[in-house]
């Protein structure tokens, strides 16, 4: 399993493009490989003939397991295989090494006083053999789980695949979720829960402080416990099959996705935050600097540069809305690398640009055009996803009029863009009133109230709102 | 008072025949001999021969005599000599005592007890070791019993005398006089059907009834303190009608979980407390459930085989650690 980006620590056998028995050439595709980040095909690092294939499709293995075998000389390895049968077996290949493990641990198959004995022995022989080829980890036999393991995994929107095993062979046992969960719980939120306020019937928890808008007065939102989702009684109701549905079962991404976005709103209260963003300006800008652009560039300027240079303006003068929430503190980031939500065939991709405090409008311009290609030619690395500090969302011309985008953990906010339309709007022309024609966006921010109060929250979306309208950008 | 297993089941019968003159005893050496293994000692002095008969060596003679007395309102308690000749009433048992109730559309009854003393671990080798509880756990109309305990021993023979339905009474021969327990002086029944948890705990259940009982609490008081973990013990008793709610209440609690019996692996009791966790209790289990039982062939009568073939303490500690681990 190769190692495909800093912070990624295992990966999925998504498809193999070869069998065993074909003879392969050097940089061939071999392989893809999905991590939690991107999908990628994997060339073939030397010539020869695949020997084994030792992982299977849909397989979770460390980075450096051993998912195949190329001989490099075809030949030889004809000759090898009679000779040396027993170490061929020896050898664990996962699929092959569960199912001999579990027959062994079929008690009806052997008398009982062994059965117990036998079982164990078998794993352990599993993984005496690893040990001794040191480079073929036996991690791969222990991706099946226990009924309660998968259950409570479910509850929990747990990927079982990050929580270590103390079982058997590294097997993850119910005990091993339990301390998993606790281990997610924030340990301040143990000791100090809290304040209980329950929402009142219209919905609204901080009533009493109306002189501020709901959810940013001082006093705490009401947070979730971290166990509240799975640990209440409700369960959704049992799904009924009828002709015609289709069933997609969640890709590896998918789940990712959904885990992310349940961990980051249970365990993060988000503020919304409405700011409306009077455009005209920075549309004329655009128009004024469009054909020289795209004739220097390649490619058309949009407004999505625009917004990041003003996003990034902001961030400079707010740094802790810059920032990562690690544990029980606050990290705040000196480089500003800015996740840009993009769409992909597979689902949403945050490509980052990073050190974008450094970086002029066509600069920022041209960073986005670089990974907006790689997202389209599917070649976007882990490392282009990973280490963003602050998101901002386009949902472009169909995004309707805003919406509220939920924190990519561990940041602490998100900017969403709303849909770039002409209204009427009342404006101050040389101290008289009138009526004008003008391009308006909602522009909306959602904050970790955890970590950030209204006070620096509006401020932050206030300033943004300000640079965009103002246009004051170079090009 | 601090009686041993057998003499709480000869208590048990001294007070119901001195209870109900109904109550009589029936079988092979039962009255001048006082049984084989002198369960029955005292009774012939005390209520004669017309309540305390010795009989002609025939289980199905033995057996087919109680159900007739039984159908005419007498409470007969018949003694196989050991259990394993209980198959030689076998006809007996499941076609006559357990259908008679059904055949004649619930106006007649058969409140007959069968004790049946089983059980290896005495060097008895092929012919008196049997644990036949199985062959009848399957058999509607029968109850089934496995007293693991004195008190169980004698509270459970007191309910099954009065239960009104035919009862197999399984006493294991082990336990007749290595198992004392201080138990109370006064009368007490123990009801039928209801398991009981001997001790609690979190981490791994052991479901066990009768013989294996003590050796399976031995084995959990070893595995709990040499690795700190919390184990279960739930005690069956009765094999037929089968305490389900506790067998799913303590593998839903632990999630692990070991059954333990003498009786051979395949096609004992345990397979089919295995099924009902398995059908019930899927989501719960963090492991394979696991049996510890004899192993499938007869019980040998050297004692090194004898060790070999039947369960004990350290086989069950092995068992216990393996399924602590997975």
Request: aromatic content about 4%; overall charge positive.
């Given at each position: 399993m190769p190692q495909m980006g800093e912070s990624v620590i295992?990966?999925?056998?998504?498809?193999?493009?070869?069998?065993?028995?074909?003879?392969?050439?050097?940089?061939?595709p071999l392989v893809e490989i999905s991590t939690d980040k991107v999908d990628t095909e994997?060339?073939?690092?030397?010539?020869?003939?695949?020997?084994?294939?030792?992982?299977?499709?849909?397989q979770t293995l460390p980075v450096g397991s051993v998912i195949a075998l190329i001989d490099e000389e075809g030949a030889k390895a004809q000759q090898a295989k009679p000779a040396a049968p027993s170490l061929e077996r020896a050898r664990p290949a996962p699929p092959e090494a569960a199912r001999v493990a579990a027959a062994a641990t079929e008690p009806e198959r052997t008398p009982a006083p062994k059965a117990p004995v036998s079982a164990p022995a078998a794993v352990v022989g599993a993984a005496a053999a690893a040990a001794t080829v040191p480079e073929e980890r036996s991690d791969g036999e222990h991706r099946r789980y226990s009924p309660v393991v998968v259950r409570m995994a479910a509850e929990h929107g747990l990927d079982i695949a990050r929580i270590p095993g103390t079982g058997i062979g590294g097997r993850v046992s119910k005990r091993d979720v339990l301390k998993y969960l606790e281990s997610l719980r924030p340990s301040g939120a143990s000791k100090t829960p809290p304040p209980p306020i329950a929402?009142?019937?219209?919905?609204?928890?901080?009533?009493?402080?109306?002189?501020?808008?709901?959810?940013?007065?001082?006093?705490?939102?009401?947070?979730?416990?971290?166990?509240?989702?799975?640990?209440?009684?409700?369960?959704?109701?049992?799904?009924?099959?009828?002709?015609?549905?289709?069933?997609?079962?969640?890709?590896?991404?998918?789940?990712?996705i959904a885990e992310h976005m349940v961990y980051s709103k249970t365990h993060s209260p988000h503020v919304g935050t409405l700011a409306e963003v009077d455009l005209t300006k920075l549309m004329r800008l655009r128009e004024a600097h469009k054909r020289a652009f795209q004739e220097h560039e390649g490619f058309a300027l949009t407004m999505l540069p625009l917004a990041a240079a003003a996003t990034v303006r902001a961030l400079k003068e707010f740094p802790r809305m810059n920032a990562s929430v690690v544990g029980d503190s606050l990290v705040i980031r000196r480089q500003i690398n800015l996740g840009i939500a993009m769409d992909s065939d597979e689902g949403l991709l945050v490509p980052v640009i990073k050190a974008a405090e450094g970086m002029s409008?066509?600069?920022?311009?041209?960073?986005?055009?670089?990974?907006?290609?790689?997202?389209?030619?599917?070649?976007?690395?882990?490392?282009?996803?990973?280490?963003?500090?602050?998101?901002?969302?386009?949902?472009?011309?169909?995004?309707?009029?805003?919406?509220?985008?939920?924190?990519?953990?561990?940041?602490?906010?998100?900017?969403?863009?709303?849909?770039?339309?002409?209204?009427?709007?009342?404006?101050?022309?040389?101290?008289?009133?009138?009526?004008?024609?003008?391009?308006m966006m909602y522009l909306a921010l959602s904050y970790d109230h955890r970590v950030v109060d209204g006070v620096l929250g509006n401020s932050f979306l206030y300033r943004t709102a300000r640079i965009m309208e103002e246009a004051d950008f170079e090009l | 008072m601090e009686i041993t297993y057998i003499q709480a089941i000869n208590q048990a019968l001294h007070e119901e025949m001195g209870r109900d003159e109904n109550v009589f005893v029936m079988g092979e050496d039962v009255g001048e001999l006082g049984g084989a293994f002198?369960?029955?000692?005292?009774?012939?002095?005390?209520?004669?021969?017309?309540?305390?008969?010795?009989?002609?060596?025939?289980?199905?003679l033995i057996i087919g005599a109680g159900i007739?007395?039984?159908v005419l309102g007498m409470h007969p308690v018949v003694e196989m000599q050991f259990a394993d000749f209980i198959s030689c009433g076998f006809d007996q048992i499941?076609?006559?005592?357990?259908?008679?109730?059904?055949?004649?559309?619930?106006?007649?009854s058969c409140p007959?007890?069968?004790?049946?003393p089983s059980g290896a671990g005495v060097h008895g080798a092929l012919f008196h070791s049997q644990n036949p509880e199985a062959w009848f756990t399957r058999v509607p109309g029968l109850k089934v019993l496995a007293p693991g305990t004195v008190y169980d021993a004698k509270g459970m023979l007191k309910s099954a005398i009065r239960d009104g339905n035919p009862v197999v009474y399984f006493e294991h021969k082990r336990l007749y006089r290595s198992l004392k327990q201080d138990i109370p002086e006064g009368e007490f029944t123990v009801p039928l059907g209801v398991a009981e948890i001997r001790q609690a705990g979190t981490d791994l259940s052991i479901i066990t009834y009768g013989g294996t009982l003590g050796q399976s609490i031995d084995a959990a008081r070893i595995v709990e303190k040499e690795a700190g973990i919390s184990i279960e013990v739930l005690d069956l008793r009765t094999l037929l009608p089968l305490d389900r709610e506790a067998i799913l209440e303590t593998a839903k609690k632990t999630g692990k979980v070991l059954i333990v019996h003498e009786d051979r692996l395949t096609g004992g009791i345990g397979g089919e407390v295995a099924a009902i966790i398995a059908e019930h209790a899927f989501e719960y289990l963090d492991a394979p459930v696991r049996r510890v039982a004899a192993l499938d062939t007869h019980t040998a009568f050297a004692p090194s085989l004898e060790q070999a073939i039947l369960p004990n303490t350290n086989k069950i500690v092995d068992a216990i650690r393996n399924l602590a681990a997975y």
């Open positions: 295992e990966g999925t056998i998504a498809k193999w493009l070869v069998k065993e028995g074909d003879i392969v050439t050097e940089d061939q994997i060339p073939s690092p030397r010539a020869g003939t695949i020997s084994k294939l030792v992982a299977v499709e849909g929402p009142s019937a219209n919905g609204s928890a901080a009533a009493p402080a109306s002189s501020r808008p709901s959810g940013e007065a001082s006093r705490p939102v009401p947070t979730l416990p971290p166990s509240a989702p799975g640990a209440g009684g409700y369960h959704p109701p049992v799904y009924q099959p009828r002709e015609g549905d289709v069933v997609e079962a969640f890709t590896r991404r998918r789940k990712l409008v066509v600069g920022l311009a041209r960073e986005m055009e670089r990974l907006r290609r790689k997202v389209q030619e599917k070649k976007i690395s882990a490392d282009d996803l990973s280490g963003g500090s602050f998101t901002l969302s386009n949902p472009g011309r169909e995004g309707n009029l805003f919406g509220f985008a939920i924190i990519n953990q561990p940041q602490v906010g998100i900017l969403r863009m709303g849909e770039v339309k002409k209204r009427p709007v009342v404006i101050e022309v040389d101290g008289a009133e009138a009526l004008a024609i003008r391009t | 002198k369960v029955t000692e005292g009774l012939l002095a005390k209520f004669g021969e017309e309540r305390v008969i010795d009989t002609p060596i025939s289980e199905e007739g007395a039984a499941v076609n006559m005592a357990a259908t008679l109730r059904y055949r004649h559309g619930g106006r007649a007959l007890v069968i004790r049946a």
